[in-house]
């Protein structure tokens, strides 16, 4: 039964570049979140995406915009990239509909901008 | 962004002994959970919370939901070297919410040999 998967698993960047981060949610979970986590804090929602679309969203620009796929897989996008985007970005799946569904979070990809 | 205060944010303890530590927010919350997280690694879901008062343990954890619902403690007991890690601890305002959560900024629990 595979867990949450992300790759890439590290990610060096330049300012004002774009990336791309992707996630396989968990067998059978229909829902992705997106956080960030930067060094030596907690992880910071990003969004939500359910039937690919944006359920929620957390206090983030618009630099930063998601995908969810058919499948259920989803991409964050990062846009003009800034020094402060450094940090590790965690996806995390779960069940919709389900009551008291926890979150289940992949090992992240440590982005660093340069 | 808001974050939940735990505390300590750092404890260093001898193997065996108990652990305690706490985490406090501004408003209520009606889900609590507590994660661990070690190096490297995204946070796994240790003990999940979901009413006033409950006291819930998953083998030498021990969490409970504070009655004013603006706080939460977890206890390690007998402590052993894989405790050894990052512990957050987690939020919603809604019972079983999953969306939006708010997480603490963490306590780093180290084992002195």
């Known amino acids: 039964d595979a867990g949450v998967t992300q790759s890439p698993t590290h990610l060096i960047k330049t300012r004002g570049q774009q990336v791309t981060l992707r996630c396989s949610p968990k067998?059978?979970?229909?829902?992705v979140s997106w956080y960030q986590q930067a060094l030596g804090q907690g992880p910071q929602f990003i969004f939500q995406y359910y039937e690919e679309e944006e359920r929620q969203r957390g206090n983030f620009p618009d630099r930063f915009s998601g995908h969810q796929f058919p499948n259920y897989s989803s991409e964050l996008n990062v846009n003009a990239l800034l020094l402060g985007d450094s940090a590790l970005y965690l996806c995390?799946?779960?069940?919709?509909?389900?009551?008291?569904?926890?979150?289940?979070f992949g090992n992240g990809t440590r982005l660093t901008v340069t | 962004g808001q974050q939940l205060n735990q505390s300590p944010q750092s404890m260093f303890i001898q193997e065996g002994e108990d652990v305690s530590m706490n985490c406090t927010s501004s408003s209520i919350f009606n889900t609590w959970l507590w994660y661990k997280q070690d190096p490297g690694e995204g946070p796994v879901l240790l003990i999940a919370?979901?009413?006033?008062?409950e006291l819930t343990s998953n083998g030498r954890l021990t969490a409970q939901f504070g009655i004013t619902r603006k706080d939460s403690f977890l206890n390690i007991s007998a402590s052993i070297p894989s405790d050894v890690g990052i512990y957050f601890c987690a939020g919603h305002p809604w019972v079983g919410g999953n969306e939006k959560l708010t997480f603490g900024t963490g306590t780093r629990l180290t084992i002195i040999p």
């Open positions: 067998s059978g979970h229909d829902t």
């Open positions: 995390a799946s779960s069940l919709s509909g389900t009551v008291n569904s926890p979150l289940h």
């Open positions: 919370l979901y009413k006033a008062g």
